[in-house]
C-alpha cells in the first residue's frame, strides 16, 4: 500500500501519504472489506460470539482478512499477494485520496458543507437492542435537510456511514465530483474473480 500510494501520489507530501496509509490500513478498512467480501459467513466462532453478532464484529472481520492475505501470500507468494491486495484496497485509496484533511467521512462532509455555506452538520442518533449487542442508526441533519443513514455497532461507526451517504447525496445535487462514485467505478473493474 505504501508503495502504490506513493507511486501514485507524488506530488503529496509524506505526512499527507502518511494519513491516506493510515485511512486505508486500519482495522475499520480491513473490515469493511471483509464484509464487503463476505469472510464473516466462513468464519468459525464459538456459541457466545455467534449469538453476539460476532459475525459482523469489526475486530473478527479485520483479522480474519488479515490471516486470508498472509496465508495468499505464504501459499501464492508475493506477486499474487500484491495482486489480491490491490484487487480489495485500490478502491479505498481512490475514495482516501479524494477526501478532505481528515481523511473520513465526517471531515469531508464538513468541508464540503463550509465550502458551499450549508452549515455544520449535526448528527442524529438512535439506537435499539440490549446493552451488550446495541445497534446505533444515525443521519445527518445540513442545512435544515435530512441526509444519509448510516447503522453501525457504536456512534462513530454510525456517523461515518451516515456522512459517507449525506456527502454522496449533497455533492450529487450541489453537483459537485463525489469520490464514493469513482471508487465504485474502481471496484466494479476490479470485481474479476481473484487467482487461485
Not at 116 to 126: A, C, Q, R, S
Not at 168 to 178: M, N, S, T
Amino acid at each position: 500500500m505504501t508503495e502504490t500510494l506513493y507511486r501514485s501520489h507524488p506530488d503529496l507530501s509524506e505526512g499527507r501519504l502518511a494519513k491516506l496509509r493510515a485511512a486505508v490500513v486500519n482495522a475499520r478498512a480491513l473490515a469493511g472489506v471483509g464484509r464487503r467480501i463476505g469472510v464473516g459467513d466462513h468464519v468459525k466462532l464459538g456459541r457466545g460470539e455467534e449469538s453476539t453478532g460476532g459475525r459482523n464484529k469489526a475486530s473478527i472481520l479485520s483479522d480474519t482478512v488479515e490471516a486470508v492475505l498472509g496465508a495468499v501470500h505464504l501459499s501464492g507468494g508475493f506477486e499474487t499477494s500484491a495482486d489480491v491486495v490491490h484487487r480489495l484496497f485500490d478502491p479505498l485509496i481512490e475514495a482516501a485520496a479524494a477526501m478532505g484533511a481528515g481523511l473520513d467521512w465526517k471531515t469531508s462532509l464538513q468541508e464540503l458543507s463550509a465550502e458551499h455555506g450549508l452549515g455544520v452538520p449535526e448528527y442524529v442518533i438512535t439506537d435499539e437492542g440490549p446493552d451488550h449487542m446495541k445497534t446505533f442508526t444515525a443521519q445527518v441533519l445540513v442545512n435544515n435537510g435530512r441526509y444519509g443513514h448510516g447503522v453501525g455497532r457504536s456512534k462513530k461507526e454510525a456517523e461515518q456511514a451516515a456522512a459517507e451517504t449525506a456527502y454522496g447525496d449533497i455533492a450529487k445535487e450541489l453537483g459537485v465530483d463525489d469520490p464514493t462514485v469513482s471508487a465504485a467505478a474502481e471496484s466494479a473493474t476490479r470485481d474479476a474473480p481473484l487467482p487461485d
